[in-house]
């Protein structure tokens, strides 16, 4: 396995990447939710749900061409 040529743009650029740091972050905050709960009143399940829908839009954008990154 080895890295794309511009990997560094793909890093920088690439939506699914954007994607795919959001995702973490939602399921930062479902674990952190014991926490938060104490303070704002979030149904369980909820950010793990939105990081569901966020993995699948990382997976779609990571089919698509994006303008100033795709090796083509």
Do not use: H
């Not at 040529?5 to 973490?24: E, M, Q």
């Not at 674990?31 to 569901?52: E, K, T, Y």
């Amino acid at each position: 396995m080895r890295p794309v040529a511009n990997w560094r743009a793909v890093l920088l650029r690439a939506w699914s990447i954007r994607f795919i740091a959001l995702a973490g972050v939602l399921s930062g905050i479902e674990v952190a939710l014991p926490v938060i709960d104490q303070f704002i009143d979030i149904p369980r399940g909820w950010f793990a749900a939105a990081s569901g829908v966020v993995v699948c839009g990382a997976f779609i954008a990571r089919l698509v061409v994006q303008k100033g990154i795709s090796d083509e």
